[in-house]
């Protein structure tokens, strides 16, 4: 019996908080869904606990793999999923009671995403999320949103190849953004985050060869249709270099792409911290001057 909506959760030792993760779920106002729980591979208890509670609701199948990755699991997901729409939910998280009855009564026709937890409200198209996207002025996360299986499939959102562990949710929202005819933001907190110490993003060990690696990922994900971003793509650029800066990660200036960023001769509208990166071409200098930039904002 298919579900209209799909919540797919994959799991890697979060024994002390997928219980919590999967009541936040099973209680929700709406419930025509069904609860898919990946296991990659956990070495602790969370696929016992898992199997413990699919005995108490139908609603919940739990899948298991070896450890592939969060992206891989959320694929077998995908695979196994009888929804018509698909959401997301890391498994040390929790979303509010309503979450999913606020997601879907916004999926009308024409809608391919809804986007909760955001700062804006209303309808945009694909590009325009694409620009929020590569701006960073929105939630990058595949969490607090709904999606139509059939938009994460023909995008091939899911299809990362492992090497890329950090910012596949990115990736994924920008091969999906390419083909969106409309999305709709909603204003209202259906996603409650916690913190993890032991989560990918917080044990994160940045690197100029990632770095590299995933600035080069973008650029192959958006093709030929790059030139559409020119002004969205450059800022990226520029975040990704103050990355390798207030992450005090050695590199020279003297490297090909960020030779050609600082040369790029431009009339977009920077920030004050955009303009510092552009300016101060000595790394030291430039993270000591923005950290006082970031002090005189906070005061504000």
């Known amino acids: 019996m298919s579900s209209t909506i799909s919540v797919i959760v994959p799991i890697y030792n979060t024994e002390n908080y997928i219980a919590g993760c999967i009541d936040s779920i099973i209680h929700q106002t709406y419930t ?10 956990s ?11 699919a005995l108490t609701d139908t609603r919940i199948h739990v899948l298991h793999q070896e450890n592939k990755g969060v992206t891989a699991a959320r694929k077998l997901g995908l695979e196994y999923a009888r929804g018509e729409f698909i959401c997301f939910v890391d498994s040390d998280d929790k979303i509010t009671s309503n979450a999913l009855e606020i997601l879907f009564s916004n999926m009308r026709d024409g809608v391919d995403i809804v986007i909760c937890d955001s700062e804006r409200s209303g309808y945009a198209t694909g590009n325009e999320f694409l620009n929020q996207l590569l701006k960073n002025e929105i939630l990058i996360s595949l969490w607090g949103k709904l ?41 209202t907190v259906t996603y409650l985050y916690q913190y993890n110490p032991d989560s990918a993003v917080q044990t994160r060990k940045w690197s100029l060869a990632y770095e590299e690696m995933f600035r080069i990922e973008v650029e192959k994900v958006l093709g030929n249709r790059l030139s559409e971003f020119e002004e969205s793509w450059y800022k990226f650029q520029l975040r990704t270099l103050e990355n390798l800066i207030i992450h005090r990660i050695k590199f020279s200036y003297k490297r090909a792409w960020i030779q050609e960023l600082l040369r790029t001769k431009q009339n977009y509208a920077l920030t004050n911290r955009e303009k510092i990166i552009c300016k101060i071409r000595n790394a030291a200098l430039c993270r000591y001057i923005l950290a006082l930039e970031s002090r005189i904002n906070y005061k504000k």
Not at 43 to 53: H, W
Request: glycine content about 4%; hydrophobic content about 45%; charged content about 30%.
């Open 32 to 41: 025509d869904f069904e609860l898919i729980l990946v296991d990659d591979g």
């Open 147 to 187: 999606y139509r299986k059939e938009l994460l499939i023909s995008s091939g959102a899911l299809d990362i190849r492992r090497e890329i562990n950090i910012g596949e949710d990115y990736l994924a929202n920008i091969k999906m953004a390419l083909l969106v005819s409309r999305i709709v933001y909603v204003p």
């Open 43 to 53: 070495k602790d208890n969370s696929l016992s606990i898992c199997r413990q509670v």
